[in-house]
């Protein structure tokens, strides 16, 4: 990861596509821009990488975490979120 990056990254699992696509409308219906990439090896697996640029880590993490438990149904699993910051 470059130096000074600032991200929030979200990795889950679904065999849904319109359930991993309910969450990824609400973040975008949120005002949260990100980069989706899905698992070769597994194409269940999708991860989300927000660039939090300036705004403070802590509260997009944790309305990341608010918008993804609020639209996740008993289909998507292995929900992960975390704040990488490598601007040190």
Do not use: C, W
Not at 36 to 57: C, M, Q
């Amino acid at each position: 990861m470059p130096k000074g990056r600032r991200a929030v990254r979200l990795v889950f699992n679904t065999y849904y596509s319109s359930d991993a696509e309910r969450i990824l409308t609400a973040l975008r219906d949120n005002g949260i821009e990100f980069k989706l990439s899905k698992s070769r090896v597994t194409p269940e697996l999708y991860y989300v990488d927000i660039d939090a640029g300036n705004t403070d880590l802590e509260e997009l993490q944790r309305r990341v975490e608010e918008i993804v438990q609020e639209n996740r149904t008993d289909t998507v699993f292995g929900v992960k979120v975390y704040s990488i910051d490598a601007s040190r």
